[in-house]
């Protein structure tokens, strides 16, 4: 069983920031990956950002240059910094972990961006 409890989601003005944060914990000895996902209203959910145990980072196009991903691996947590938000990045950001190749997912926080 592995539990991922997300925290950090809100409303905030255009041009401002954000940092999400996700706490791993259980049977998570053999973690692959850690990443972010979002769903916006209407949509499909789609990767933001993932890094996986060797370091290998990968941003979808639309958040380049403007979120960083990180990870604290005594803490087992993995963090988005969200800088320069748009509204369109307005959606329910969801943790995801890979453990043993087997997708695990957080509840969501969602993520408010006013024009």
């Known amino acids: 069983q592995v539990q991922l409890v997300e925290s950090g989601g809100g409303l905030v003005q255009a041009g401002g920031s954000l940092r999400l944060s996700c706490a791993a914990s259980?049977?998570?000895?053999?973690?692959?990956?850690m990443g972010w996902y979002r769903q916006a209203p209407g949509k499909q959910r789609e990767l933001v950002a993932t890094?996986?145990?060797?370091?290998?980072?990968n941003y979808a196009d639309s958040v380049k240059g403007r979120f960083t991903i990180s990870r604290d691996n005594a803490k087992n947590t993995v963090y988005l910094q969200m800088n320069s938000l748009k509204p369109e990045d307005t959606a329910v950001y969801y943790c995801?972990?890979?453990?043993?190749?087997?997708?695990?997912w957080g509840q969501g926080t969602l993520v408010t961006v006013s024009s």
């Open positions: 890094l996986t145990s060797g370091g290998r980072i």
């Open positions: 259980g049977n998570i000895f053999s973690l692959n990956a």
């Open positions: 995801n972990a890979l453990v043993m190749n087997v997708e695990h």
